[in-house]
């Protein structure tokens, strides 16, 4: 992140009773491979990922939901910015909130609608059946969308500028025409073979130091020690695993 040092404010969601739908189709793992593999099997095609700022944020709420933070939660150079002290009530700050913010259930499902409104007219729309899968009327380029990272396929260069040049009026956007991170994925392509390699590098380690896991002192590649075959001996029991 550029900003490395940031302050989210987050509705606490968990106290919301909102009536309506909240939950948002997003891509799955299985999707986002098939849909890499549609990209290395198509003449042409490449990928581009899109990192699509504020995505949650701004949504119109169709009706407005309230919180209240402490005074002594808020940092002064706030309060003196936006003379908050005037309308404390009690040491409290009462917020009309009548746009989208993080812990809002409904943000995510709003969000997703603002999109495909903003979308539907330039010929793009979601997928029946396949959730967080997008195509175009006529065009061919697609796109898989997880949150608000965005997994596209195109053929035409100016497809995918084009499509990249609605998203800008509306939300900032990082760009990576390399297409090599994903969701925490790493990908290599070879468009010339026609191979995509996918790989997590240094999970494996990171989640060792995480679980405070020792190394062992030789390599075992199973969960308990392999059992060697007994031909003619029956029955042969599998040793109790204690794994």
């Not at 903003?118 to 059946?129: N, V």
């Not at 073979?193 to 989640?207: D, E």
Request: net charge neutral; with cysteine; proline share 8%.
């Amino acid at each position: 992140k550029e900003e490395v040092e940031r302050t989210r404010l987050t509705v606490g969601g968990n106290l919301i009773n909102y009536p309506d739908r909240v939950n948002a189709p997003t891509a799955d793992v299985t999707t986002l491979k098939i849909h890499i593999n549609d990209i290395i099997s198509t003449p042409h095609a490449k990928c581009v990922m899109w990192d699509v700022g504020n995505y949650y944020l701004k949504s119109p709420l169709p009706r407005p939901e309230f919180m209240r933070i402490r005074v002594t939660d808020i940092p002064q150079e706030i309060m003196d910015e936006y003379d908050l002290a005037k309308k404390a009530d009690d040491g409290w700050i009462y917020i009309q909130i009548q746009k989208g913010m993080y812990g809002l259930p409904q943000s995510g499902y709003l969000a997703n609608q603002l999109l495909e409104d903003r979308l539907k007219p330039h010929g793009f729309y979601q997928t029946r059946h396949t959730p967080g899968y997008w195509r175009h009327h006529t065009k061919n380029i697609s796109f898989v969308l997880v949150v608000d990272d965005f997994a596209v396929k195109y053929v035409n260069l100016q497809d995918a500028q084009d499509l990249l040049a609605i998203l800008k009026n509306y939300y900032p956007v990082k760009v990576d025409w390399e297409a090599q991170l994903y969701c925490g994925i790493t990908i290599d392509w070879d468009y010339v073979q026609r191979k995509a390699t996918l790989s997590m590098p240094g999970y494996i380690s990171t989640m060792l130091k995480e679980l405070n896991h020792p190394m062992p002192k030789k390599p075992q590649h199973a969960p308990h020690p392999y059992i060697p075959i007994q031909y003619g001996t029956q029955p042969q029991l599998a040793a109790h695993d204690t794994s």
